[in-house]
């Protein structure tokens, strides 16, 4: 793998610094008709399905900038394998989910934005999605959407009120999840919601998980709890959404994913959409959390070889697909439904008039609703162990002489994960 290429812009505007950067390289006449032309196209990344919804935005910028842009689809979580791989021949300009953003940071990959952009960041967008963009409080890419799970919920059997507390909905109705094969990215943050931390308050810190307390002890106990509660049905999630059809479940937690499906399964009219509601752990009322998502665009600089032309008009780029307009856009477009991280086009009226939206939007307002996914590598170690540690509570692998001892090793592992 070539050596990471890092061009300082300082204070000087991106495009000045590119022409400045393009007049040291006095090499330009030596260069093929090929390789000018390839300097003078951007390839660009998008997410699987979104090439169509960007045509405007890439020929507005074409327009604007002198440059093409050669668009891709490729799937989010695969970015950061095919960027380490080789990075001359990955994208100037790729779409990635925020919680890949450390490694790749980590790994030289991609470079702190430039201090002007970064700023418009904090200001135009939520300070949660502002968060989901940075790593140890410098700005790598460009937030363009949020994403967190939110309950969904039968309106036939269940009221507005209801879905407030996760007692009451045990109480009256049916609600779905899977706990034998617990999943950490849906279960886990009910430790979040106790007040434990994951990596620290910050998600950045490797030693800074701490579930082996009292507070981590209740969830566990909640956990095993339900499989005693008569209102909780213990459903695999590829039956789910039939299970919610044929109202064996009235009430469940999904992301954007699933609207359509949900939809689909009780009908317009019946579908109910909430944030999170409030769960008795450890016989107190605590919010229940979810992990909030941040969808991001970020700068490859290796592909421009030190062109600090090139290296401006990707920045620029990036800029665009994550505008105000761009984010409108994404919203509208059918197929689409992006939840937008700008706080303007939140206060849309079309944003507004949508439930799915606004249930997404006071999720992630605050770190009341949701924690931003931590971003560091040792994530992969977190996914498998508090899955198993989950499941096993709930399946009775172990009583609950053993949940501390569990749990303090499992921060012990998590501390020590590479």
């Known amino acids: 793998m ?3 290429k890092k061009v300082v812009l300082g204070s000087v505007s991106l495009l000045a610094a590119g022409t400045l950067l393009a007049a040291c390289s006095s090499n330009s006449s030596k260069e093929s008709s090929s390789s000018k032309a390839d300097s003078k196209t951007l390839k660009l990344w998008v997410p699987t399905g979104a090439k169509d919804s960007y045509s405007d935005t890439v020929s507005k910028f074409e327009k604007e900038s002198g440059y093409k842009v050669d668009v891709v689809e490729m799937e989010d979580p695969n970015a950061q394998e095919n960027l380490t791989k080789d990075a001359s021949t990955a994208a100037d300009v790729f779409s990635l989910p925020h919680d890949q953003l450390g490694k790749l940071v980590e790994a030289g990959a991609i470079q702190e934005v430039p201090s002007e952009m970064a700023e418009e960041v904090k200001k135009n967008d939520t ?3 502002a968060i989901g963009a940075q790593y140890k409080g410098k700005t790598y890419a460009f937030p363009y959407g949020i994403e967190s799970q939110v309950t969904y919920y039968n309106k036939s059997k269940l009221s507005a009120d209801d879905v407030k507390s996760y007692e009451t909905i045990t109480s ?12 950490g990215y849906i279960t886990a ?3 979040l919601s106790v007040g434990d931390t994951l990596f620290g308050k910050d998600g950045e810190q490797v030693d800074g998980t701490n ?5 981590g002890v209740n969830v566990l106990k909640f956990i095993a709890a339900q499989k005693n509660n008569s209102g909780f049905v213990n459903v695999d ?5 039939a299970k919610f059809e044929d109202g064996s479940v009235d009430a469940f937690q999904s992301g954007p994913w699933d609207y359509a499906a949900a939809e689909k399964a009780v009908g317009k009219d019946n579908l109910g959409i909430s944030v999170y509601p409030t769960v008795n752990i450890g016989g107190q009322d605590v919010q229940q959390k ?3 998502g941040v969808k991001l665009y970020a700068v490859n600089q290796t592909p421009s070889n030190g062109d600090g032309e090139r290296i401006a ?3 620029k780029l990036a800029q665009a697909l994550t505008s105000k307009e761009s984010q409108e856009n994404q919203f509208k477009f059918e197929g689409r439904h992006i939840i937008p991280a700008n706080k303007e086009v939140q206060e849309s009226e079309d944003v507004k008039k949508d439930a799915l939206a606004q249930a997404v939007i006071t999720m992630g307002s605050s770190d009341t609703y949701t924690t931003v996914m931590p971003k560091l590598s040792q994530m992969s170690v977190f996914w498998t162990e508090s899955a198993a540690i989950l499941s096993d509570a709930y399946n009775g692998k172990f009583g609950e002489d053993q949940y501390l001892a569990k749990l303090q090793q499992f921060d012990k592992d998590l501390a020590a994960a590479k």
């Open 237 to 241: 999630a590829s039956n789910l959404l």
């Open 172 to 183: 009256k109705a049916k609600f779905g999840g899977n706990l034998k094969e617990a999943n």
């Open 211 to 215: 579930w082996g307390n009292e507070a």
């Open 290 to 292: 979810a992990f909030l």
């Open 2 to 4: 070539k050596t990471w």
């Open 127 to 129: 300070e949660q999605a």
């Open 313 to 315: 008009a990707s920045y």
């Open 189 to 191: 943050p009910l430790f």
